[in-house]
């Protein structure tokens, strides 16, 4: 019997509703897709129509803005052609209005200008090219014409060859009718051309204005063309059309809208060739809608013939599902009545029914097999019940026992002095104590047992330090490590910045113990140990060690990775003055600040150390760029040479800086700092406070002058070197009052050497000591043979007069020649007195004491102040050579000389004037009243063997053979 609730029925029902279900999708699908499509292809096809219509509509507005331009070029052409013609230039210089009318008239109505209106050459309305013209109106309203300042720069700017003109399409509200007329519109086209005379000259100018009209004939002409309408708006009215005679709502397109607009008639297209108007191209709709509605149909009549195909197609294919769902459902369902009664029995507690079917491969024989495994799995589970009962009465003995141990190991864990953590072999936490989370300032369930490694790590806020994690072995703070490994102990540093110390040791079992201490007092000891190892106590920069392992660092890396660095060796100048003059306690807090505007100066990529004394050096990693590094030490010559504040001082140094630059990878660290060591001995070569690049050749030039020392030494040593001496006249009796001994050096091998090539050398190395002291007796004892009214003068260094020694050399020079005192002149430049030193003082005083007269030389350069002449009592102002020589062709010059003389003449001084050169200076200096002079033309320096002459001879007149 066959009963239709049963299950094969159901199967045989649903695959076919299902079937009908997919068969009425799919049609309603392809219905779908079909108008879809039509859609879509509905639309493209509108968008390409409208797409070429857009590029139509948007030419034919292009065109008609260009014929527009091209018309009113070809108008200021003709207005330009006006201005031309010599009627109206000799109109215009007449001021003759009515002839300008009579002219301009008929000129204007052939050109199809509306109105033209004279201006003179100040821009005044001075004609018109209509009688009825109110020149007093237009000359009242010409100045608020936007267009006034073109206007007026036409006027005059413009020449014969470049004239200036001014032609613009304006509104009505920024001008007005030049001349009455009927034309008047809402836009119109004003043009200016100046106009010359047959000089060139500008002698007027023509205003003309053509207004844009209702009916423009070029538009006309061009829609007659191309078959479209065409209007110009502005304001949102029509002003201008051609074969369009809609309404102004017709067209509501913006300009600037890149699309077409339809409306009930016409498809629309506005732009703004031109400002100030709009220009819209117009074609009929019908144009755009006939061929959609031809397509649209025959798409409509495909898809009604591929929609009944599908459905014969679809009724035959249900019948055929059907019958073999009717067929699958009865061999599936058959032997499942068998398997509904052994589950029975296994409800019933049944295990040993047979289950049949088990061999077959489809899921029937699935479900058998699953129903066997069921039994066997329920008979199981009934006899682990009683074991499972069994074991849970004697683990609960065995928890009594370890909760009463674990007691005591919480009380010896949690008074322990450390932190401890223990992790078992998967990196989980199976114990901590208090101390842990105390030391790392967690709170007090922050750590939990049964928490992974990791996640312990990520609640923990520190900071690596040091470790010592073997090679291989994971690299990051020890919880974190997931396996067991060697015995490891890494630091690391808390947010409040303690330092904590851990120390994992692993167990047999895979686990690990961390145990942690507090080890911040031991840590910053150690770290200021090392600090001080490295770096300079004074500065707090690194010192020199820490300067070559950077340095050997960045020369690793350039062989490795390429690129460039800098070394720049910096030497403070001055500083040995300051220090010795004003003790080492300002000299160590000068550096200190020295260091200071260093570490702001310099970047991230760049280090300062202090060298030692008063060295620097920088190691610039910079890219390689000579300007980058060129502009780093302008930096830092313009910050060092700005004053600093120290106590009640203000100091002014300066500093030379030698740089050289690694170019290669076989460049030696040694061998780059000599380089740059070169590089600073040339920059205070050339005059200090300033920075030199290393050159190849500095290393020959730094060789001669060791050489030259060496030789300077020498003849130091040896009295190798020679006086010579320039004579000094008195300007009042023409007689020769005394000489300046000047030192030459008269080298084996070199020849000459000039006094301001190896003077200098002597100052830098302290020789000028030794040098100076020998000059000073050597022209004691030569002045001491001459007539007893000369006076002998001698230059002095500062070096000469710091410390207590130069008070004993200066009277063994007077005592050993028997020279007088006041016939010994000691010349002082001003640069002595800013070291402002007691001893320097001391030792002035100690020679004006002797009788020694002091003078002060060069006065007029360099740190010139009458504070120096109130602080010493000069005998005399030596007048530096420049102001002397300047006097020839400078007033300002005179007056400075004058104005020293006086000065010395009110303080009780005598003057000499160095550089006399002329006759018309040495008579200048006589009329101004200069006491003494000398020069090349009164006399050269000499040898001694030279003198006889003019020591016989000093009491004569000045002349021309003195030389």
């Known amino acids: 019997m066959i009963r239709h609730s049963s299950l094969l029925w159901n199967y045989t029902y649903g695959a076919v509703f299902t079937a009908l279900c997919a068969f009425a999708g799919l049609i309603g699908l392809v219905a779908y897709q079909l108008e879809d499509s039509m859609a879509r292809q509905q639309t493209e096809l509108l968008k390409l129509s409208q797409s070429r219509l857009l590029e139509t509509l948007t030419a034919d507005v292009k065109l008609a803005g260009k014929r527009l331009e091209l018309l009113f070029e070809d108008r200021l052409r003709r207005v330009s052609a006006i201005a031309a013609d010599p009627n109206i230039v000799k109109a215009i210089e007449s001021r003759n209005n009515v002839a300008m009318s009579e002219l301009l008239g008929p000129l204007a109505e052939l050109d199809d200008i509306d109105g033209i209106v004279v201006l003179d050459e100040e821009g005044r309305v001075i004609g018109a090219s209509s009688y009825e013209a109110d020149l007093v109106a237009l000359g009242a309203g010409i100045s608020n014409y936007s267009f006034i300042e073109d206007i007026s720069r036409s006027l005059y700017e413009s020449i014969p060859g470049e004239v200036i003109t001014f032609s613009s399409v304006l509104p009505e509200t920024e001008s007005q009718v030049f001349v009455p007329e009927k034309n008047v519109n809402a836009v119109s086209q004003v043009i200016f051309v100046p106009v010359f005379d047959e000089f060139g000259y500008v002698v007027g100018g023509l205003l003309a204005q053509r207004w844009l009209r209702e009916e423009e004939p070029m538009l006309a002409g061009l829609t007659d063309i191309n078959s479209f309408g065409l209007a110009i708006v502005y304001d949102g009215k029509i002003i201008s059309r051609a074969s369009f005679d809609g309404p102004l709502s017709a067209i509501e397109v913006s300009p600037e809208t890149p699309n077409i607009t339809l409306n009930g008639s016409h498809v629309i297209k506005c732009g703004m060739p031109i400002t100030p108007v709009t220009i819209c191209a117009l074609l009929p709709i019908e144009q755009l809608t006939e061929t959609q509605n031809e397509l649209t149909k025959i798409g409509v009549e495909e898809e009604t013939k591929l929609l009944k195909r599908l459905f014969l197609f679809g009724l035959l294919a249900l019948v055929a599902f059907a019958g073999v769902a009717f067929l699958l459902s009865r061999q599936i369902t058959r032997p499942l009545t068998t398997i509904t009664r052994v589950l029975s029995g296994i409800a019933a507690g049944d295990f040993e029914n047979r289950v049949v079917g088990t061999e077959r491969l489809d899921e029937v024989g699935d479900i058998a097999r699953s129903v066997v495994s069921l039994q066997r799995s329920v008979k199981e589970r009934d006899a682990l019940r009683v074991r499972v009962h069994e074991k849970n009465t004697i683990l609960k003995s065995q928890e009594a026992k370890l909760r009463e141990q674990n007691v005591l190991f919480d009380a010896a864990l949690n008074n322990m ?344 050398l002597a100052e830098d190395t302290g020789l000028i000591v030794p040098l100076g002291e020998w000059v000073l007796n050597e022209a004691c004892r030569r002045a001491a043979s001459w007539p007893e009214h000369l006076r002998i003068a001698v230059n002095l260094s500062p070096r000469q007069l710091r410390g207590h020694g130069f008070g004993p050399v200066l009277i063994g020079a007077l005592a050993r020649s028997e020279l007088r005192a006041d016939r010994l002149e000691l010349e002082v430049t001003e640069s002595v007195l800013l070291i402002e030193s007691d001893d320097i003082l001391d030792a002035l005083h100690q020679a004006k004491a002797l009788g020694v007269k002091v003078s002060m030389d060069d006065f007029g350069t360099g740190y010139s102040s009458l504070s120096y002449l109130r602080r010493f009592p000069f005998d005399k102002i030596k007048i530096d050579q420049s102001f002397v020589r300047s006097m020839a062709y400078s007033d300002e010059s005179v007056s400075i000389v004058k104005a020293v003389i006086d000065l010395a003449k009110n303080l009780d001084m005598t003057t000499t004037a160095e550089g006399v050169e002329t006759e018309l200076l040495l008579e200048m200096l006589k009329d101004i009243g200069c006491t003494d002079a000398q020069g090349y033309f009164l006399g050269h320096p000499m040898p001694v063997s030279q003198m006889d002459d003019l020591l016989f001879e000093c009491q004569g007149p000045i002349t021309a053979a003195a030389q």
């Open 417 to 760: 002095s450390h932190g401890l953590c223990m992790f078992d072999a998967k990196g989980k936490l199976i114990v901590s104590n208090q101390r842990y989370n105390e030391l790392f300032e967690l709170d007090q369930d922050a750590v939990k047992p049964g928490m992974t490694a990791a996640e312990i790590a990520a609640v923990l806020k520190v900071d690596v330090v040091e470790t010592d994690v073997p090679v291989g072995v994971e690299m990051k703070f020890p919880l974190m490590r997931s396996k067991a490994g060697p015995q490891s102990t890494e630091m690391v540093r808390i947010e409040s910045g303690r330092i904590v110390l851990t120390t994992r040791q692993p167990l047999c079992d895979g686990g690990w113990v961390a145990i942690s201490e507090d080890i911040t007092e031991r840590q910053e000891a150690r770290d200021r140990l090392a600090f001080l190892a490295r770096h300079d106590m004074l500065t707090q920069l690194p010192n020199r060690i820490e300067f070559r392992d950077q340095l050997e660092a960045l020369l690793k890396r350039q062989k490795s990775q390429g690129g460039e660095f800098a070394i720049l060796c910096l030497d403070l100048d001055e500083f040995k003055t300051v220090n010795d003059s004003l003790g080492h306690p300002i000299g160590d807090e000068l550096l200190r600040q020295v260091a200071d505007r260093l570490k702001d100066l310099i970047s991230e990529r760049e280090l300062v150390v202090r060298l030692g004394g008063d060295e620097f050096a920088i190691l610039s990693d910079l890219p390689a760029d000579l300007y980058a590094v060129d502009e780093l030490a302008q930096s830092v010559i313009w910050e060092l040479s700005k004053p600093f504040k120290i106590a009640d001082h203000e100091i002014v140094i300066g500093v030379s800086i030698g740089i050289s630059v690694s170019k290669g990878n076989d460049v030696v660290g040694d061998e780059l700092f000599k380089q740059a060591d070169l590089a600073l001995y040339q920059a205070k070569e050339d005059g200090r406070n300033t920075h030199r690049f290393f050159e190849t050749d500095m290393g020959t030039a730094v060789s001669e002058r060791r050489e030259l020392i060496t030789d300077l030494r020498h003849a130091i040593a040896n009295s190798e070197l020679e006086l010579y001496f320039q004579p000094q006249y008195s300007l009042e009796t023409n007689a020769v009052t005394g000489f300046e001994a000047l030192v030459r050096w008269n080298h084996p091998k070199r020849g000459m050497v000039p006094p301001m090539e190896f003077i200098p």
